[in-house]
């Protein structure tokens, strides 16, 4: 499973992905990485690890600053947001979990998931009468017996309608 994470898009709340300048590295298949980002509006070179287990992918910097450009010239973005909904590309200074599209406010807290496969991992990771140890790092309070049905039945709402918080 690749781990690119899926964002809340500022404009519309929409999933949308972060593109920015330079190289990053980026865990899981190579192939799921190469067609992920071959969609992308972005040139891009990617080469994959020699352990297969991950890729660095260049996004090339001039078409990057246009698109920034397009929206605020003034300030200069390490990050821009791609909206996959609206098609809006938004600068952003920084992102972290609290950005990522799948968010979701429980009683026991909020459960975040990179992207939709991740979010499927731990709803079946809960659902499991036998769980690994340190496969998931979760509250106890979201493992519990008694809450399990609540967590998958708030986990599958979010996969019909989108996650709840914005």
């Known amino acids: 499973m690749a781990l690119i994470p ?14 920015f300048m330079g190289t990053m590295h980026v865990r899981g298949d190579p192939d799921e ?11 891009t070179r990617i080469e994959a690890w020699k352990d297969s287990k991950g890729c660095n992918v260049t996004v090339f ?3 990057w600053q246009q ?3 397009k ?3 003034e300030r200069s973005y390490p990050d821009l947001l791609l909206c996959t909904e ?12 609290k950005d990522y599209y799948w968010r979701i406010k429980t009683r026991h807290g909020v459960l975040w998931a990179y992207n939709r496969q991740h979010l499927a991992e731990i709803r079946d990771f809960i659902q499991s009468q036998s769980r690994p140890q340190g496969f998931h790092k979760l509250p106890a309070t979201m493992l519990k017996g008694s809450n399990r049905e609540e967590m998958v039945r ?3 709402r979010a996969f019909e309608r989108g996650p709840d918080t914005r």
Request: charged share 25%.
């Open 6 to 19: 899926e964002y809340a898009c500022p404009k519309c709340g929409g999933i949308a992905y972060r593109r």
């Open 61 to 63: 910097a001039d078409e």
């Open 86 to 97: 609206c098609h809006a590309r938004t600068g952003v200074l920084s992102l972290g979990p």
């Open 33 to 43: 990485i190469r067609e992920h980002y071959r969609k992308g509006p972005f040139r």
């Open 154 to 156: 708030l986990i599958n």
């Open 71 to 73: 929206g605020r010239p």
């Open 67 to 69: 698109a920034a450009a």
